[in-house]
């Protein structure tokens, strides 16, 4: 028998399907222990009332992971999205005391919102500049705009058909009306990162950079546009978050930015860039948004403790899919080191042993 055969009958006959190794499976398979944790917390854990609220209460952050994921898989990052959000707040506070219609005031916010992406980008792009950073400096400087523009009032008498909308549901059921708004936006960049050239371009930037220049990937066009689309999201995440709670200031939203990180880099997007997939980020969104409805419900458990849980799983998401990775390389590099030298007795198993042959 060839040593290749002898080779291949050493194999386990038996392989795993490829999902079972995926990030996203580990995923779902926790929140399926949240389900069961959370509805021995609390009873009401599984009833549309919490699922609705729970979807309301991270709504905004979910909405500012997606385009992140996208800045994030092209080895970028971007923490002013949260202080973003906080000056659309501001800007449509003061434009809605100026007498403006919020059918004006909408797109004006998502403008400012987009130049405030812009900002980012030119700087990280055109004067290379480190994206963590400039949004470190930016994500103090957007929030200081926010206060100058409307400084510590607030305002609260927005038109009572915007902010039912905003907080209202399909039909007076149990699904949100901005949820199906997250979910048209995560359809659309899955589509724009999973399924186009411009998200092969992102992956390639991330993976490899330079090796993405010498393959004519405009790198600086493609690192704008996703601060621009970081920025713009972020800008209607404030417009939803003014119009749900019905009250638009400067301080909203403080601190978001590190949940959305955790979201991101939760659903299996390397920080380092490169890999990524918005299908993990959604279903990291639906695991961080049970496991806080369920420390929230459940009784004598601190409020601090989801802090705790969201930094953990934070650090947790960093270190997990590495050394699985690691993992992956080493059963490779092993397996490539059977193949390439067979045992003795696997190279001729006619031939004799030295000691039968004297």
């Not at 797109?107 to 700087?123: D, E, I, K, S």
């Not at 601190?302 to 990775?325: A, D, K, R």
Request: hydrophobic content about 55%; overall charge neutral.
């Amino acid at each position: 028998m060839p040593p290749e055969a002898l080779a291949a009958d050493a194999r386990p006959k038996f392989a795993p399907p490829a999902f079972l190794g995926r990030w996203e499976t580990l995923i779902a398979a926790l929140i399926v222990v949240v389900i069961i944790v959370g509805s021995g917390l609390s009873d009401e854990f599984l009833t549309t009332a919490t699922i609705t609220t729970g979807s309301l209460d991270l709504i905004e952050i979910a909405l500012m992971a997606l385009p992140l994921a996208l800045v994030i898989v092209a080895a970028e990052i971007d923490l002013s999205v949260a202080s973003v959000l906080g000056l659309s707040s501001a800007v449509m506070a003061s434009l809605w005391n100026a007498g403006l219609p919020l059918e004006l005031i909408i797109p004006l916010c998502l403008a400012v919102g987009a130049l405030c992406g812009a900002f980012n980008g030119v700087l990280v792009t055109r004067l290379g500049l480190s994206s963590l950073a400039v949004t470190i400096g930016t994500l103090a400087l957007f929030r200081g705009l926010a206060y100058v523009v409307i400084g510590d009032e607030s305002v609260t008498d927005f038109p009572t058909e915007y902010t039912d909308l905003a907080f209202g549901t399909i039909g007076g059921g149990w699904i949100p009306n901005v949820l199906v708004l997250f979910v048209v936006l995560a359809i659309a960049f899955a589509l724009l990162l999973h399924a186009t050239p411009f998200g092969r371009n992102v992956f390639a930037i991330g993976a490899n950079a330079e090796a993405a220049r010498f393959s004519g990937v405009r790198i600086k066009r493609i690192k704008l546009t996703l601060f621009v689309l970081s920025g713009t999201v972020a800008a209607l995440a404030g417009i939803v978050l003014s119009l749900r709670n019905s009250t638009a200031a400067a301080n909203v939203g403080i601190g978001f930015e590190l949940t959305a990180i955790a979201a991101v880099v939760l659903g299996g997007v390397s920080i380092f860039g490169g890999k990524g997939t918005i299908g993990g980020v959604v279903l990291a969104l639906v695991l961080l948004g049970g496991i806080q409805k369920a420390l929230t419900l459940a009784d004598g458990v601190s409020s601090y403790w989801i802090q705790i849980v969201t930094g953990t799983l934070l650090i947790v998401s960093v270190l997990g899919p590495n050394l699985v990775s690691r993992a992956r390389e080493a059963r490779a590099h092993a397996s490539r080191s059977r193949d390439r030298w067979p045992s003795a007795r696997a190279e001729d198993p006619t031939r004799p042993r030295k000691e039968e042959a004297e």
